[in-house]
C-alpha cells in the first residue's frame, strides 16, 4: 500500500470513528453530517470526498464494525479439531460481540428507525447476521467434511446455532430489562447452545461418518 492509500485509509477510518459515536449518541435521524465532520476532526468538504451521503457512511460504518468483530471470532477458531470447543469459543465471542455497549447501541437504533429508514436494517441484516450465518456455514461445511459433524443443510444449521448463542439474556439486554449478563448465565447460554447443537448434529464417534442428520 502506497503512502497516499495509507493516508487515505486512515482518515476514511478516522470518518468512521467520528460517525460511530454521532450516530450513537443521535441517532440516525439525529446525526448530521455537519456534526460527523465536526466529531471526526474534518472539514464537510473532507467528509464528502470519502462518503456521498450519510447512508454511505452509515453501511460503511456497520460493514466495517461486523468484519472487524467476525474476523476476529472465526479466524481465531478456523481450525479447531474439537468441534465442541471450537462451537464454545465461537459462542462465547459472539455473546460478547452482542453483549458489548456499541452493539446494544447499534441493534436498538437500527429497530427503532427501521420503520422511518428502512435501509439501516437490510444494510445491518446484510453486514451483520448474515455475514455472520456466511462464516458460520463456512467453517460448519468443512467440519462436515471432516467427518465431525452431520447436516445436509450447513446454513440453516448455522442459523441455529446464531439463535441458540441469543437464548436469555440477549433480548433482555437489548430492552434494557438487564444492566448486563453475569458471567453465570453467560456460561450457561454457551454451554446449552454447544450441547444442543451438537445433540443434533454432532457426529457419534462409533456410527458411520456418512450418517446424516
Not at 436469555?168 to 444442543?196: F, H, N, T, W, Y
Request: hydrophobic letters at 45%; aromatic letters at 8%; charged letters at 20%.
Amino acid at each position: 500500500m502506497s503512502e497516499h492509500e495509507d493516508h487515505s485509509a486512515a482518515k476514511r477510518q478516522q470518518i468512521v470513528s467520528g460517525a460511530e459515536l454521532v450516530f450513537t449518541e443521535c441517532g440516525y435521524e439525529g446525526a448530521s453530517m455537519s456534526r460527523i465532520a465536526a466529531q471526526a476532526g474534518v472539514s464537510k468538504g473532507t467528509l464528502y470526498n470519502y462518503f456521498d451521503g450519510k447512508s454511505t457512511l452509515f453501511a460503511w460504518f456497520v460493514e466495517d464494525k461486523a468484519r472487524r468483530n467476525l474476523d476476529s471470532i472465526f479466524q481465531t477458531v478456523a481450525e479447531e479439531d474439537d468441534p465442541a470447543a471450537a462451537l464454545a469459543a465461537i459462542a462465547l465471542r459472539m455473546l460478547e460481540m452482542t453483549l458489548s455497549p456499541d452493539n446494544l447501541a447499534l441493534y436498538r437504533m437500527v429497530v427503532s428507525e427501521a420503520q422511518t429508514f428502512p435501509e439501516l436494517a437490510t444494510v445491518f441484516w446484510n453486514s451483520g447476521p448474515c455475514r455472520a450465518i456466511a462464516y458460520m456455514t463456512d467453517w460448519i461445511r468443512r467440519q462436515v467434511a471432516a467427518g465431525r459433524l452431520a447436516t445436509d443443510n450447513p446454513s440453516f444449521a448455522a442459523e441455529q446455532f446464531l439463535a441458540l448463542c441469543q437464548t436469555r439474556v440477549a433480548m433482555q439486554c437489548r430492552l434494557q430489562l438487564i444492566p448486563k449478563a453475569s458471567d453465570a448465565e453467560i456460561e450457561q447460554v454457551v454451554g446449552g447452545a454447544v450441547r444442543v447443537f451438537l445433540a443434533a448434529y454432532g457426529v457419534d464417534p462409533l456410527a458411520s461418518h456418512g450418517s446424516s442428520r
